[in-house]
């Protein structure tokens, strides 16, 4: 068995006229947190859609555990998605159910299982997120840390071999985005699984992080551990890592001259 | 003046290709529906479940509206006819239109503005907060468990809740027509029994009201999976749901009519 599980080639996609990826090639390994960072809009996202198959590319291949996906059928790759679990940035909970029916969902779905069985999965996952207590509320009456610990709960129902993150601290609280952070980290190492991590949260993704891998407009920029990051020589890398607000990235959009918008110029 | 013209006729050449375009897309949409249909067969409780939100929920301003309209029908036919002494005529009257016309028509633009819209902006919300998404990465095909559902629903749904229609609006046209204008009884019902007949008038009426609820049904659950997943994308795809769903089933009630009650 290969050590790497994901492993992109060539990757080209363009969306309504703009070019998201320019020929990008990166190899996930089976074990560890991988990070993919950059800034808002590089298609951090949309990565995580290829690699799961609901976006096709343009050109180039992205294979998971030696699957060429965009290749599938739709039913071998909805089988190669229950080996896969997603947590998305909304949590994306099913709201006209309960927290337990919502990590019970892809149970019933994929599995025979009796409904005593079901039950204790349901109440184990639960409990490995701190949400055991929270079975019967509605995602309605949920946190947004919550709902992302209960969308966890479910992206690890039927024990996958990869978890991609979509934006996992977003819009989170000091003490949420801490759970979150030591939840992705023990998870990956009790499951002993391949974490991918899409995020810009610079301090906490790169704590938690065996690789990085940092994209921007289109390419990926530079990979490495986050020591390395953290040390890079180049520019742009520094920028990002340390949060700059002026740098290669400018500060100012593309614009004509100041003075020239205010039509100022030359009097 | 010549770029401005060809600018014209290519923006409506795109406008006119973007629709063909997009009815094409609506049209392989409804197959897919039509698949994913057989799904129920394996899990009828996604059906009832919706049965009940589309069907039933819908009951009260199906049948209130219904004995509204039969009522009035009642006067206004008793008006016209009681100048030529044929006011005993009203009962065929009220039944003839709304088995053949009011019934289907009314039900499904009713059924549209009140449904339609809400299975539209539900879908919508699904999409929105990636819950589709979601269970497409959960390998859960959205089409067998979200759309098909409440497509086959509204299908269903449409023909009983119009057959409802008619029934109260008959028994509402009853009640002014010999309770409040003082007709016979018996010749209300002698009469409608006499003139209705059942394949030309009921029949007609039925497989009106079912290609009314195909139509409504499938312009809902597109624009609802096919909107914009922002609130404007939504509200617009909610409009969209409510004001395509009127025309169709006007148009397609023109021509229905036409082929069905042409001498």
Redesign the interface.
């Known amino acids: 068995m290969s050590d790497i599980l994901v492993k992109i080639r060539d990757l080209h996609f363009s969306r309504g006229g703009r070019k998201i990826f320019d020929g990008i090639s990166l190899d996930i390994p089976r074990q560890g947190v991988t990070a993919i960072m950059g800034p808002s809009g590089t298609g951090k996202t949309t990565l995580l859609?290829l690699i799961?198959g609901?976006l096709t590319t343009d050109q180039g291949s992205v294979e998971v555990d030696g699957l060429n996906v965009h290749e599938l059928s739709t039913s071998k790759l909805?089988?190669l998605?229950?080996r896969?679990?997603?947590l998305?940035?909304?949590g994306?909970?099913?709201?006209d159910l309960s927290v337990f029916e919502n990590v019970a969902?892809?149970i019933r779905?994929?599995t025979k299982l009796n409904n005593a069985m079901i039950r204790h999965l349901v109440l184990l996952k639960l409990n490995a997120v701190g949400l055991r207590g929270a079975a019967d509320l509605m995602p309605s009456e949920l946190s947004g840390g919550m709902s992302r610990r209960v969308?966890l709960a479910?992206a690890i129902a039927l024990d996958p071999m990869m978890i991609m993150y979509d934006e996992p601290f977003t819009g989170q609280d000091p003490i949420s985005m801490g759970i979150l952070v030591s939840l992705i980290s023990e998870l990956n190492n009790a499951l002993n699984i391949c974490s991918i991590v899409v995020s810009h949260d610079v301090p906490d993704t790169l704590s938690i992080s065996d690789q990085v891998h940092l994209i921007s407009a289109g390419k990926i920029v530079e990979s490495g551990t986050p020591e390395i990051l953290k040390n890079s020589q180049s520019e742009w890398t520094h920028q990002f890592v340390h949060g700059d607000a002026d740098g290669p990235v400018p500060f100012h959009y593309p614009a004509k001259p100041l003075l020239e918008d205010l039509y100022l110029e030359g009097s | 003046m010549l770029n401005g013209l060809i600018d014209r006729i290519q923006h409506l050449g795109a406008i006119t290709m973007g629709s063909f375009q997009r009815l094409g897309h609506a049209g392989i949409f409804l197959l897919q529906v039509i698949v994913s249909c057989a799904a129920m067969l394996v899990r009828p409780r996604l059906l009832i479940k919706q049965l009940y939100s589309v069907g039933v929920q819908t009951l009260i301003i199906i049948i209130v509206a219904g004995v509204f309209v039969g009522m009035v029908m009642s006067l206004q036919s008793y008006y016209a006819l009681v100048d030529f002494g044929a006011e005993d005529s009203v009962g065929v009257m009220v039944a003839l239109s709304l088995l053949r016309e009011l019934g289907p028509v009314v039900t499904a633009l009713l059924f549209a503005g009140r449904a339609g819209s809400a299975l539209t902006a539900e879908i919508g919300l699904?999409k929105a907060?990636?819950?589709l998404?979601?269970?497409?990465?959960?390998?859960?095909?959205p089409m067998q468990r979200v759309i098909a559902p409440r497509f086959l629903a509204g299908v269903i749904s449409m023909p009983l809740l119009a057959t409802i229609f008619s029934a109260v609006g008959i028994l509402g046209g009853y009640v002014v027509a010999v309770h409040m204008l003082g007709l016979d009884s018996g010749a209300f019902w002698s009469q409608s029994q006499a003139k209705v007949d059942l394949y030309t008038d009921v029949y007609n009426g039925i497989i009106k009201s079912v290609v009314f609820g195909v139509v409504a049904s499938w312009i809902a659950v597109f624009e609802g999976y096919d909107c914009v997943p922002t609130s404007e994308g939504l509200g617009q795809a909610t409009t969209r749901t409510v004001v395509q769903s009127s025309l169709a089933i006007l148009f397609l009630d023109f021509i229905l009519t036409a082929l069905m009650f042409s001498k």
């Open positions: 859609k799961g609901q909805f089988e998605r229950q896969m679990g997603m998305f940035q909304s994306a909970l099913l709201t969902y892809p779905e994929h969308a479910r | 699904m907060t990636e819950q998404s979601g269970m497409e990465m959960m390998a859960v095909n």
